[in-house]
């Protein structure tokens, strides 16, 4: 299944998967200090803390929500796929005789060595950080012509491995890594919180897990304005236009102006010279008028 919710309980049982889950999910959650998570994500809170423009502080805030926001929701995966109790959809497989075990090693092998290197490269990470640093401000400058000023912060000696690291960004990794990871800890891995429970205790949670739910209405707002309004533009044009306008107006209301306009042509020929001639007199005294006046 591609359900976490048909998942659960999975850690005894896919050991070597677990693992190197966890250790793909420090990564991506910017564990601080021993993953290229953190590095990466500190180089790129420190470039746009520095840059100088205008937008920089709103989008150092979104950055700092959004890897808040990825923390909590990796530990989600991790709780819900490998804590907990087995979900029915496991004890049904394996009451059918399936055996939940780890991928072969043609799979297990390759992801093995990211995770590993996820962790051994964010071990060194620190002795690295100058060059991703000087990366994305060269980047940011090439491709934005955001400039990124030099700044020299002095750290304390009991803090010597951070020095040049700027430490607001550092600060902003910490706490989205803590408010993220604490939270999903709480409510899907220690469970010490039902998050049912505590989402419809509440009408401002409620909502906004109803926001999230529906993947921010964006599918809806979507369907709206991809399906729903051009079915109604068209039967409003089928109906105004097509129907009233060309239908009725050109085609229904030519015919008929055609016809009384032949009619009217029609009663002019009565056949009569005198008719004609009252006729051809009218017209040659009006144009002798025109003329006079």
Request: without cysteine; proline residues 3%; aromatic residues 16%.
């Amino acid at each position: 299944s591609r359900f976490m919710t048909d998942m659960g309980g999975l850690r005894k049982k896919m050991r070597k998967t677990y693992a190197f889950m966890w250790a793909a999910g420090l990564g991506l959650m910017g564990a601080p200090f021993i993953t290229t998570g953190f590095w990466s994500k500190d180089a790129i809170f420190a470039a746009v803390y520095e840059s100088g423009n205008e937008w920089a502080l709103p989008i150092f805030i979104i950055a700092v929500l959004t890897a808040a926001i990825t923390a909590f929701y990796t530990t989600r995966m991790m709780g819900l796929v490998f804590f907990g109790k087995e979900s029915k959809h496991i004890e049904k497989m394996e009451s059918e005789g399936h055996h939940i075990h780890d991928a072969p090693r043609s799979m297990w092998i390759p992801y093995g060595i990211l995770a590993v290197l996820t962790i051994g490269i964010g071990v060194i990470g620190f002795s690295a950080e100058g060059g991703i640093h000087e990366l994305f401000t060269e980047y940011l400058d090439e491709s934005f012509g955001i400039q990124t000023p030099h700044i020299d912060v002095e750290i304390s000696g009991s803090l010597g491995f951070l020095s040049g690291l700027n430490p607001i960004a550092v600060g902003a990794s910490l706490v989205a890594f803590a408010v993220g990871f604490g939270l999903g800890y709480i409510f899907y891995i220690g469970r010490w919180v039902d998050p049912v429970k505590f989402i419809n205790s509440n009408i401002f949670f409620y909502a906004l897990h109803k926001v999230i739910l529906n993947r921010w209405y964006l599918n809806a707002m979507i369907y709206w304005g991809f399906v729903i309004a051009p079915l109604w533009a068209a039967r409003a044009i089928w109906r105004y236009f097509e129907k009233t306008a060309i239908d009725t107006g050109m085609n229904t209301g030519l015919e008929r102006s055609v016809r009384f306009g032949a009619k009217v042509v029609q009663g002019t020929q009565t056949g009569v010279a005198q008719s004609y001639l009252f006729v051809f007199g009218a017209g040659l005294l009006f144009v002798v008028l025109i003329l006079l006046i």
